[in-house]
């Protein structure tokens, strides 16, 4: 495991471009062992997630080329098991994502318990239930089973939670099951989107995309398909509000103005001067000031990847924030941290925080305890005086790629200690 030593005080200014969305990488990877023909992807991530993903499918029988580079190439004439690597899978919640594909190829799909933040507090009742409704049947015993002997079926469902891996499972479940299915009360964010073009791209009918209610005409040939992921708007987040919380300055190339919109109205709430255009989001040295509440939503709501990194950035607001992550109530406790580093936090329960500012930060020792978190905490070693040390930093390289190297061209005075 590695260490990032991280001297605080600096302000961070300059340029930064993002990659392809992560959250949309993952989907894609897995669509691919939907066909037996070539499938080109660009613009992929260079995440430790990706190449846990692309080596899951070559496990499954896939021949992969590009790994740890933007464009990845996949061809799987033939999937020769249907029980991936379970210490792969123990990596990478994205790894549910398999079931669907390896249900229409194989006939039964037998997944390890998946990992990813916080394994034992996320369920994937919902993505079973979408397979169960569409004709697989579970399998009693260790980990997670389903078969499906005489194929997928089509149907109509309801998810009882509008979760986006889940809606991406049912998905492409529905994209091999001959007919039409439609998945109500379905995810609406940019990656599910995302994945919708792709099958569409592949010759599946999809409709209905970016809204509660999707229709999949399936049970088509599916073909090879090429396709340029959509900048994360997570990461161009992620990198916008680390320069507001040192008092810096940034431009963010990469991602969509549309997807940046719901970040940008939050920050603006916090004082930031930000804009966007086209591709381009920047932000202004600015003085942070209490934004009152901030809640996440559901897409379009304000993301749960980001409310961490905004708790830190309430840290150096001048007045009161009342931050509320209805969605994961972990992503808050990873942050009792703060408290060590002088913050002024008042956790009311597992899914709000009021954090009043500013504070000048002391920096320490930190734990990394999930991918979000982790860059908060990085972002307010950055802002704090004195010296800090983060590990693993693995943890945080899950998501963004060259994470050191981009940070010391920023101004950040940053090394990794391995």
């Known amino acids: 495991m590695s260490t990032l030593l991280i001297e605080g005080g600096r302000r961070l200014s300059g340029a930064v471009d993002v990659e392809g969305n992560k959250n949309a990488a993952l989907p894609l990877l897995a669509a691919c062992l939907l066909t037996q023909d070539e499938c080109v992807l660009r613009n992929v ?3 430790s997630d990706v190449e846990v993903m692309a080596r899951l499918l070559m496990d499954l029988g896939a021949n992969v080329e590009g790994i740890g580079t933007a464009s990845l190439t996949i061809r799987c004439p033939d999937v020769v098991k249907d029980e991936p690597d379970g210490t792969l899978v123990g990596r990478l919640r994205g790894s549910v994502l398999l079931f669907g594909p390896l249900l229409a190829r194989r006939g039964r799909a037998r997944l390890a318990p998946p990992g990813g933040d916080f394994p034992a507090r996320r369920t994937i009742t919902t993505h079973i239930e979408a397979l169960e409704a569409m004709g697989a049947r579970v ?5 997670y089973e389903l078969e499906a002997p005489s194929g ?16 991406e499972t049912a998905l492409l479940a529905a994209a091999a099951a001959p007919g039409t299915s439609e998945i109500r009360h379905a995810a609406c964010e940019p990656h599910v989107v995302e994945l919708c073009e792709f099958l569409r791209q592949m010759g599946a009918g999809v409709h209905g995309q970016g809204t509660a209610t999707i229709r999949i005409e399936g049970g088509r040939r599916l073909h090879g398909a090429e396709h ?3 900048g994360d708007y997570i990461e161009a987040g992620s990198w916008a509000v680390v320069a ?3 008092g810096g300055e940034i431009e963010v190339r990469g991602a969509r103005r549309e997807d940046i919109e719901v970040i940008t109205a939050v920050l603006k709430r916090l004082g930031i001067q930000c804009s966007t255009s086209d591709d381009l989001f920047r932000i202004e040295r600015s003085t942070p000031k209490g934004a ?18 905004v708790t830190v950035l309430a840290t150096q607001a001048d007045g009161s924030t009342l931050v509320h992550d209805w969605m994961y109530e972990l992503r808050l406790f990873a942050l009792e941290q703060l408290s060590g580093m002088s913050a002024d936090l008042f956790l009311c329960d597992p899914h709000r925080v009021i954090v ?3 504070r000048r930060l002391r920096g320490r020792a930190l734990d990394s305890r999930d991918l979000r ?4 905490l990085i972002a307010a070693a950055l802002a704090a005086d004195g010296e800090s040390r983060l590990s693993p930093l693995e943890t945080v390289e899950r998501g963004y790629a060259q994470l050191v190297g981009r940070l010391q061209g920023l101004g950040a005075n940053v090394a990794k200690l391995v």
């Open 228 to 230: 340029r992921l959509s």
């Open 244 to 246: 507001a919380i040192t």
């Open 45 to 47: 991530p260079r995440i």
């Open 292 to 309: 009152g509440r901030i809640t996440t939503g559901l897409w379009p709501g304000f993301p749960s990847d980001l409310v961490s990194l």
């Open 152 to 167: 997928l079926k089509p149907t109509s469902m309801y998810l009882f939670e509008a979760s986006v891996t889940g809606t």
């Open 373 to 376: 978190s982790g860059m908060a």
């Open 139 to 143: 399998v009693d015993g260790p980990g």
């Open 356 to 358: 009043t500012g500013p």
